[in-house]
DNA sequence: CACATATATCAATGATTCTTGATCAATAAA
DNA sequence: TTTATTGATCAAGAATCATTGATATATGTG
């Protein structure tokens, strides 16, 4: 489950990071993503746009939470989400991880 | 199920997105890519690594290879795998999409 | 050819995840 | 205080995923 997210703590924590990507694998929870990259958004108005049944997109919404990729605030009854900025700078850095060092392991001689 | 990676067209299309991520999404797939990340790599390898049964590892390259991640290289009765860094590109690309048109959506006023 | 080795695939099982509809909790308004 | 609205949570079922052990498919060697 997730803590919370710093700079440079995921790369040597494969259980943090596949949660975060866990988060992101599911076509439903991109769609939300896209939905709040252009701004905070309440539930409603997420309903409406991606013709998602209210406890579908409240399980997502958590997932997504869960994970840290998004944050929400309550204004009277509505709750807005917005992305989790952090947790779009920890991606960055999970995704960087995944090309360094790419030094020549020994070219023959296998087991 | 992933069929090729090409600059530019995964953004739009969820399901692949979610294809890659989901392939990320597993803590054994992320040692994998740990280990190949320094190079080409054998199975019997990353057996000895990983501590992981054979077929286990298999059915996890077989997920990194049908998402895209890696690519494999037959040398007698060897199979190499390395990372794919196209698909590398293609993460990138996907986590640059997330930021994009952070526009401010109307103040007030929700549903 | 017979045998060994490396790895893929299959079948069964258990675990996790997603969806749906129902209910609950909080807030607001009449 | 009753009623409406927004959204979370819960329970049940379906679908997907991961693990294991067994078997199959190369490939190479004697």
Redesign the pocket.
């Known amino acids: 489950m997730y803590i919370f997210v710093m700079k440079g703590i995921t790369v040597r924590h494969p259980a943090r990071a596949a949660e975060l990507f ?1 988060a992101l ?2 076509p ?2 991109l769609e939300i993503l896209d939905e709040l990259k252009e701004g905070e958004c ?4 997420l ?1 409406d746009r991606l013709q ?12 997504l939470k869960d994970a840290g990729m998004i944050v ?1 605030r ?8 917005s992305v989790n900025a952090a947790a779009l700078a920890e991606l960055d850095e999970l995704v960087e991880s995944f090309k360094q060092t790419k030094r020549a392991r020994r070219a023959s001689g ?2």
Request: some cysteine.
């Open positions: 866990h694998a599911d439903t929870r309440c539930v409603c108005e309903t998602a049944g209210q406890s579908r997109l409240s399980f997502h919404l958590k997932v929400d309550r204004e009277g009854r509505w709750m807005y989400y296998c087991c």
